[in-house]
Structure formats: C-alpha cells, structure tokens
C-alpha cells in the first residue's frame, strides 16, 4: 500500500513538473501562473483537511507550514527559472536529487537501516537521478551559467518539502494541516506580488490566459495531491524513508520521457542508462518491500 501511494504521488509530482516545462514553452505569465497553481493546490489541501477531519491550528503548525511555504515558493521560482534556461528532464532531474539529503537525514537521524536489496534499489535511482544530466560527449552540455544557479538553489529550496514532511510526522504536528498552510502562504505571497506588479503598471505579468488558468489548475492539483500522498507514504512507511525518497526523486523520469515526446529533447547514451537505472531501482525497492 505504501508503494502504490509513492508511484501515484511520483506520478503526480511528474505530471505537474512537467506542465510547469509547458508553460515555459507557451510563454506562461510566471506570476500570474503560480497564483492559480498555489490557489490551486490550496484548494485541494483543504479538500484534504476536510476530508481527514484533521482541521486544527496551533502556533507550531502555523509556523512549520509557513517555513516550508516560503522554502517552496523560493524553490518553484528557481524550478521555472531553470526550466526557461534549460530541457525540463535534465532540469528536474537534477533537482530532484535532493533525494540525496533526505536519504542522508534518514540515516543519520532517524536511523534507517534499509535491507540489502532496498540499499542497491536506492543506489541505482540516485546514480540514475545524478548521472541523468550528464553527457559524456559534451554535444547536450548546458552552456547557460544562470541554468546551474538556479537548479543549485531550487535543489537546496525543495529539500525542506521532502525531508521537512518527516520531521512533521515524526513530531505528531498535523501533515494535513500543514500541507494546506504550505499553499496558503505561497498562494498569498503570489497574490501579493501580482498586487505589486499591477500597481507598477507590469500588466504582462499579471495576464491570465486560457492557458494559464488550464496550466496552473492542473499542475496544481498534481503537485499539491503529489505532496499529500508522499505525506501519507511517510506516516504508513515509517523507517522507510530513505526508500520513500529515493523512489519520489523518479518524478523527473516522467518529465524526461514526455519532455522527449513531446518537445523531442534530445537524450545521450549517459541519460537512456541513467533512466533503465531508475527504473530498475524502483522495481528493486517496490519487490523487497
């Protein structure tokens, strides 16, 4: 049951990273995008706490979700960044590699001890993740310097939401709860910076398109059930962590095929070994488990 929460969530997380890759493409209002993605995924967060029964504030809960949520907004604005500046799986691949600290933190803190076929399932999906953007040959080398800044930065920003779920679990604070703070905030800061924009005139910015509305609802219900589920996987796999992660981190295997479909992104020989890696790995982690 907990791998089949992991691959929906995987699922989810792909499919909303890659309509993010989208809107890039069709030249999306950023600002105005992520305000109805966060809406979005507000909306399904509360569905959530509504359907759980699991309403309940407290000062402890109010400030963990509102940490993670600006951790996230600061991680999604270098998501897009990076997606403008570079191919969506190389991009999402490499980000997604913050798979490595939540692994470290769940060793090291929470002292997992996977069995021996879950520790090479692991391995191979972060030699997949981390080899992913690689090419050997130099010809689909990213020459665009700000395109590492920001996979750097996004990397480091979207750690919290991994490894920062865990620790709510782990405390007893309610996830659901804090899951829908995590939306609020970023859909408040978002409304806020819309509000900025359009006094200063920025009336691009702020244009709600039929593609954006369609864009940001979808890729936000996907992300927001996507978090919720990796939540839930967390709750019912304890001690599974390290796993649980490593296997979340596969998201960027949907954004790389589709993104291949789709866009024709071309793919090396270094990036096909790394997807068969993940794909194994996953396979290894779902059959000892």
């Not at 865990?166 to 899951?179: A, N, Q, R, S, W």
């Not at 859909?187 to 920025?202: D, Q, S, T």
Request: aromatic share 12%; net charge positive; with cysteine.
């Amino acid at each position: 049951m907990v791998y089949l929460l992991v691959l929906l969530g995987t699922f989810f997380r792909g499919i909303a990273a890659f309509l993010l890759k989208v809107s890039c493409a069709e030249k999306v209002s950023g600002p105005a995008l992520l305000f109805i993605y966060y809406a979005a995924g507000s909306i399904v967060s509360g569905w959530w706490v509504w359907q759980k029964s699991a309403f309940s504030l407290d000062l402890k809960t109010a400030l963990v979700g509102s940490l993670l949520g600006l951790s996230i907004v600061g991680g999604t604005q270098c998501l897009l960044h990076a997606l403008n500046n570079g191919p969506g799986g190389v991009t999402s691949a490499v980000i997604n590699a913050n798979a490595v600290f939540t692994i470290i933190l769940a060793i090291t803190f929470f002292g997992e001890r996977p069995s021996f076929a879950a520790w090479l399932g692991v391995l191979a999906i972060v030699l997949g993740v981390v080899l992913l953007p690689i090419d050997v040959n130099q010809s689909l080398r990213i020459n665009n310097v700000r395109w590492y800044y920001y996979v750097i930065l996004g990397t480091i920003l979207f750690f919290p939401r991994n490894g920062g779920l865990k620790l709510v679990v782990y405390y007893g604070l309610g996830k659901e709860m804090v899951l829908f703070i995590v939306h609020s905030v970023a859909w408040v800061f978002f409304a806020i910076a819309l509000f900025l924009k359009r006094r200063r005139g920025k009336t691009i910015a702020v244009s709600f398109t039929n593609k954006t509305v369609i864009i940001g609802v979808l890729a936000g219900i996907g992300m927001a059930l996507s978090m919720n589920l990796y939540a839930l996987a967390i709750a019912q796999g304890p001690g599974q962590l390290s796993e649980i992660a490593a296997v979340f981190a596969t998201s960027s295997l949907v954004v790389a095929l589709l993104s291949r479909v789709v866009y024709s992104e071309k793919l090396s020989l270094m990036q096909v070994f790394s997807i068969f890696a993940i794909v194994g790995g996953t396979a290894c982690i779902a059959l000892c488990s």
